[in-house]
């Protein structure tokens, strides 16, 4: 909702402060500009990404509309789940993992938190890490260096929708130019008209000008920061759980190890200490 209420004040703004200049709205309506603009960067977005990026782009664009907002009941439910599991691992010991990790949907245990199941991303990279910490034995620092290698490049993967959409963006101008240039050459194919239809040639070419700006500045870049936005969120979400996994193979007692996972949430969605002893004695009752 707040995505398409700021789009409304762009809109609002950039169009209204037109009117109010004593600008005619119908001499922004130009199709044949609109598909110059918009189609050569449609088509150079895909040109120029895998079909993996150009899947992803859609799936972030969706998310970014339908979830502004980290879902409130993630972290309480992550909490949870992993102090659970260290319980367990310390009265049965790593092998207890088993019955739980190679069917996560089908676990007692992960069936309990549902939120942490609707996170793909992050339920894969606990189901990986805890397969690989129940096969052998890790030193922290090892089982540490292997965590952030993966985030890492789980980081730079999701982010390519981000980049490419934000140089997208960069190229949009240069696109709106391309389309003026063209929108002049046909007005110099008129230019022994009558004068008037010479202006309504030389507008519509400078309207190919104006989408390019504005769907740089007002559509694409916006888009490309809210993308790069929401991957931070889901990265955050891998950090906290690869603090609490290492600082469970050191050795540290369950709080100890879930606060330091605490610490690795951005500070909007961050619990603090007491709240989050306040989850693990709502879960004991």
Known sequence: MLKFFGLIIVVASVFGG?????????????????????????????????????????GQLREIVSSEKEDPELYPQLFGLMNTLMVQIQLNGLKILDEHIEKPFESSIFLTYPSVLRQPMLLNFLVDNLRLQSMGKLQAHEF?????EEIHRLQVDRMRPSHAMHRTGEALPGFGILAAVMGIIITMGAIDGPLTMIGVHVAAALVGTFMGVFACYCLFE???????HLIDR????????????????????PLLALDAGRRMIQEENRPTFLQLERYLAEEQQ
């Open 234 to 253: 889901k990265i955050a979400q891998l950090q906290c759980a690869k603090a609490i996994l290492v600082a469970q193979l050191s050795g540290k007692q």
């Open 144 to 148: 540490q260096h292997l965590m952030e």
């Open 222 to 228: 916006p888009a490309a920061s809210a993308m790069h």
């Open 18 to 58: 037109f009117v109010l200049a004593s600008g005619h709205l119908p001499a922004l309506w130009q199709p044949a500009e609109i598909i110059i603009v918009l189609g050569a960067a449609i088509g150079a977005y895909i040109i120029s990404n895998p079909s993996s990026v150009l899947k992803d782009t859609l």
